[in-house]
């Protein structure tokens, strides 16, 4: 409607963001914004206990959510626009920016730590975050019909699958390219990475020559899928070592691990009386579920909570777990063990030399760039501008640079104790154990590699 030839644009709210700047928001999404499932987002630290190593970072998986909505509504959008040929209904794009503002609506306390707890407490339950976005999606739905009323069954069915990445029947005869926008299971590139990358490394104060709006500008749908300039090549792979050098650095950084392990032992001892892994069966006690349950533990009365309350004490205190020893395990015997058969392996030569059970702590670090020990530009397919009549193609990591890596993984056997008093004998123990293992008689681990004098 024109008044004074000013056309009025139906209600939206606008969200200033540092990474993307000012966000728009249609009012209908603004509504599942505005419910106790999506605000409980605010209360989980999107790096969980990295916070506790890098203060800056800060940052809630609700405003990581906020960003990968926008960013799915902008490229949707910007595809929709462009190729007018794919039928891209306004109901499409609406679900689609649904499903990227729900995607993490099942995340626990501390994000992916929780995941790791309900590994412990409930290890014949195969659960994830995803299917628990799932069940707090369907307890919203069911709690707030009014904002969803013009969804149907084949619409949540179809926002349900965006929010796995995985197509069924159920889901219709959606164009399957929606599939690849919030979680691509076909080459990993999607808005959530997008969004999370970009925030990740400004809170954590790190710098990416990573560019996803550059990326998202040269994407178009070939193929039933996103495909790419070929001249984004190289800027996929600063997307994929961004999240490799991330991990490296800062999501598994020594430190925060250690104070993961102490957190997963209050949890733990905490569990038989707050029944937190019962949670995940029930979204109105999951909805209680957030990093604020370290207070509740804290502050309690109940004596039955000690054990815990003296592990967070030591956290609050800086009293951690210790890092004791780091080995990187050589390419041409990685695949020797499994990783179940190096943790037993390790934690008996622990016991035979005296050393208790719950003194140690065997981690087990698998990083890559996303696709196992795959090269992730082998799944991704390229477009040639000039030539629009071409086929769309794969790309030789040849044709790209010489200097891109030729391993995509790495295997890191690390150790922590909860012990601080014994931690060189626990390293000569960790040596030993390596040695039985790879048959390596001196094994050159972090503290010979760097600090030989640290014996």
């Not at 970009?198 to 790190?206: K, S, T």
């Not at 205190?317 to 890092?323: M, N, S």
Request: proline content about 4%.
């Amino acid at each position: 409607m024109a008044e004074n030839g000013y056309t009025k644009k139906p209600k939206s709210k606008r969200i200033q963001d540092p990474i993307h700047g000012l966000m728009e928001f249609d009012n209908w999404i603004v509504k599942f914004i505005d419910t106790e499932h999506f605000q409980r987002l605010r209360s989980i630290k999107q790096l969980g206990t990295t916070y506790y190593v890098y203060p800056g970072a800060s940052h809630n998986r609700f405003e990581h959510c906020l960003g990968v909505a926008y960013l799915a509504h902008s490229l949707v959008k910007r595809i929709r626009e462009t190729q007018h040929d794919l039928g891209c209904s306004d109901k499409d794009l609406k679900c689609v920016t649904l499903a990227a503002l729900c995607h993490d609506l099942g995340h626990g306390p501390f994000s992916h730590l929780f995941e790791e707890f309900i590994k412990m407490r409930r290890p014949n339950r195969e659960w994830t975050h995803e299917e628990a976005s799932i069940m707090m999606f369907d307890d919203l739905l069911e709690k707030h019909e009014e904002i969803a009323y013009d969804l149907d069954d084949g619409d949540k069915l179809f926002i349900k699958g965006l929010i796995t990445g995985k197509k069924t029947e159920d889901t219709g005869n959606r164009s399957p390219y929606l599939f690849d926008v919030v979680a691509n299971k076909r080459n990993s590139i999607d808005v959530d990475k997008f969004d999370y990358l970009a925030r990740d490394c400004y809170y954590l104060g790190m710098k990416s020559v990573f560019d996803f709006s550059r990326l998202m500008n040269y994407s178009r749908v070939s193929e039933d899928q996103i495909t790419y300039d070929f001249k984004e090549s190289y800027n996929i792979y600063e997307l994929f070592h961004t999240r490799y050098s991330l991990h490296k650095k800062a999501y598994n950084h020594r430190v925060g691990k250690a104070i993961d392990y102490m957190i997963l032992d209050a949890l733990e001892a905490a569990d038989p009386v707050l029944e937190i892994s019962k949670s995940i069966d029930k979204p109105s006690d999951y909805l209680k579920m957030d990093d604020t349950i370290l207070n509740r533990i804290e502050y309690s009365d109940d004596p039955d909570l000690k054990k815990s309350k003296e592990i967070i004490r030591r956290i609050r205190k800086r009293d951690l777990y210790k890092f004791v020893d780091e080995f990187l395990v050589p390419k041409d015997l990685k695949g020797k063990f499994e990783k179940d058969e190096i943790t037993k392996i390790i934690t008996d030569q622990f016991e035979h030399d005296g050393f208790k059970k719950e003194y140690v702590i065997v981690d087990i670090l698998i990083l890559n760039y996303g696709k196992k020990e795959e090269n992730p530009i082998d799944n991704v397919k390229f477009y040639d501008k000039n030539q629009p009549n071409l086929k769309v193609f794969k790309l030789e990591s040849s044709q790209v640079s010489y200097l891109v890596p030729e391993l995509f993984e790495e295997l890191n056997i690390r150790i922590f104790t909860r012990n601080r008093d014994k931690i060189k004998q626990i390293r000569k123990c960790f040596k030993e154990s390596l040695t039985k293992i790879f048959g390596i008689p001196e094994p050159k681990t972090y503290y010979t590699r760097i600090r030989p004098n640290d014996q």
